[in-house]
């Protein structure tokens, strides 16, 4: 089974970018599509942007101007970008492999992403 | 945009009881493309059903899932304690490709 672990800085500056890994254990990243997911504190979830390859990659538009997933073949990892962040981008930070077409099938633990000066 | 709506907000059971959960879409979304979620406390979400009423790997058999067009429906027979938790309904469309979840049902120990 795909397993994925999130990381990175917990505190973002505003207007500054977050940046996040998730590391693939027991699968090939190269191999399936990856999406990253967020949620606020005591809120739903909300979709960020799906990965397959460079040229089929997906974005919320709500976040599209902002937003750049990308892949590390060589290290196994998926890595989201978020420029010009502020206190509403505030939220746990998921990782997932869509496991079949439509549904997040493998999420990571998540990791808190807090935006404050 | 097709916004999905989940009813009721709260949903008050005792275990042993049967709990149904609805997800209403503002247009017609494939079933081949919604899918259900259990989040607890603390935890990442967790797959059960996909393409509307396909159990996800190693998902008990008292969760299932069912429904059409714009309207889906979440059925757990026999409430167990652990299935008290935050429940999320999420459609997929493809064109532009999408994912969009519902705001979440709540379903707490009466």
């Known amino acids: 089974q795909v397993q994925l672990q999130e990381s990175g800085p917990g505190l973002v500056k505003p207007s500054e970018t977050l940046s996040l890994t998730c590391t693939v254990s027991?699968?090939?990243?190269?191999?399936?599509?990856w999406s990253w997911i967020r949620q606020p504190a005591g809120k739903g979830l909300e979709w960020i942007g799906r990965?397959?390859?460079?040229?089929?990659?997906n974005y919320n538009p709500s976040l599209k101007s902002r937003v750049t997933i990308s892949v590390d073949t060589s290290r196994n990892q998926l890595s989201l970008k978020l420029t010009s962040v502020t206190a509403a981008d505030t939220a746990v930070y998921y990782c997932?492999?869509?496991?079949?077409?439509?549904?997040?099938?493998?999420w990571g633990q998540g990791t808190m992403v807090t935006v404050s000066s | 945009e097709i916004v999905l709506t989940q009813s009721p907000g709260t949903l008050s059971l005792s275990p042993g009881e049967r709990a149904t959960l609805s997800c209403r879409a503002s247009?017609?979304?494939?079933?081949?493309?919604l899918a259900w979620y259990q989040q607890k406390p603390g935890q990442a979400p967790r797959l059960l059903i996909y393409?509307?009423?396909s159990r996800a790997a190693g998902i008990p058999d008292r969760f299932s899932g069912s429904g059409s067009g714009t309207d889906f429906t979440l059925t757990i027979t026999r409430l167990e304690p652990e299935d008290f938790a935050v429940y999320y309904c999420?459609?997929?469309?493809?064109?532009?490709?999408?994912?969009?979840f519902g705001q979440g049902t709540k379903l707490e120990i009466k």
């Open positions: 997932a492999r869509i496991a079949v077409v439509g549904a997040l099938g493998d």
């Open positions: 027991g699968g090939s990243v190269s191999s399936y599509y």
């Open positions: 990965f397959y390859t460079s040229a089929s990659t």
């Open positions: 247009q017609s979304v494939s079933s081949s493309y």
């Open positions: 393409g509307a009423s």
């Open positions: 999420q459609q997929y469309d493809s064109s532009p490709p999408r994912y969009t």
